[in-house]
């Protein structure tokens, strides 16, 4: 099993917050990190994306940090690829709106963590998919929604892009998204990529596997 214990959780979340590099992601940020990334079509090698998390002041990190870490992304991926991967519970929707976008809240922190790991195919997805195709707009749709409560502002300008909708009306609909799509997410990925003419049908096999 490779599920962090609750006191490996709490010991390795208190040294991301007290004694990690300044701007280090914290452990619900990790998290929605390491589930983008490892939704990812293509393999994202740990010299990629350790430095992110350590706002690349990697050179003193303890082993036991990166074992844990090495541990908790390993989990992460059975969650996705073999028992269904669900929003960590913490990660609950506040009723007073505002809550959700502010640093610390466990919501906030996972959609940017999964921001910062989902930028690294994003882009290179949408910019070669078929316009007007049917998995374009879930792909698109799921970031939204995953990467929606990253940034107050990004959600205020979706928010006005919508008909006859405010932030207080359309935000619990966003969250309701996130728990709907995040178990599909690394298949909507591998059809968004399979979509492009960036990978074929025999690259799908290949991907989940280290």
Not at 178 to 189: Q, S
Request: charged share 20%.
């Amino acid at each position: 099993m490779h599920q962090l214990t609750n006191e490996q959780e709490q010991q390795l979340s208190s040294w991301l917050v007290d004694q990690a590099p300044s701007q280090t992601l914290c452990l619900n940020a990790v998290k929605g990190f390491f589930f983008a990334v490892i939704a990812s079509p293509d393999p994202i090698d740990v010299n990629e994306w350790l430095p992110l998390i350590f706002n690349n002041q990697t050179d003193d990190i303890p082993d036991e940090i990166t074992m844990a870490l090495a541990q908790l992304y390993n989990h992460t991926s059975d969650l996705i690829f073999e028992e269904g991967y669900k929003l960590p519970e913490v990660t609950e929707f506040s009723d007073m709106i505002e809550a959700n976008f502010l640093s610390g809240h466990p919501l906030h922190e996972w959609c940017y963590g999964f921001a910062c790991g989902v930028n690294f195919y994003s882009n290179k997805l949408l910019d070669n998919m078929t316009e007007s195709s049917e998995i374009l707009e879930t792909f698109t749709l799921a970031i939204m929604a995953m990467t929606y409560f990253a940034d107050r502002q990004v959600a205020q300008e979706v928010v006005d892009s919508q008909d006859d909708s405010n932030i207080i009306v359309f935000s619990p609909i966003m969250y309701s998204m996130i728990n709907d799509l995040a178990p599909n997410f690394a298949d909507i990925v591998e059809q968004a990529a399979l979509s492009t003419d960036l990978y074929d049908g025999d690259d799908a096999g290949e991907w989940g596997e280290e």
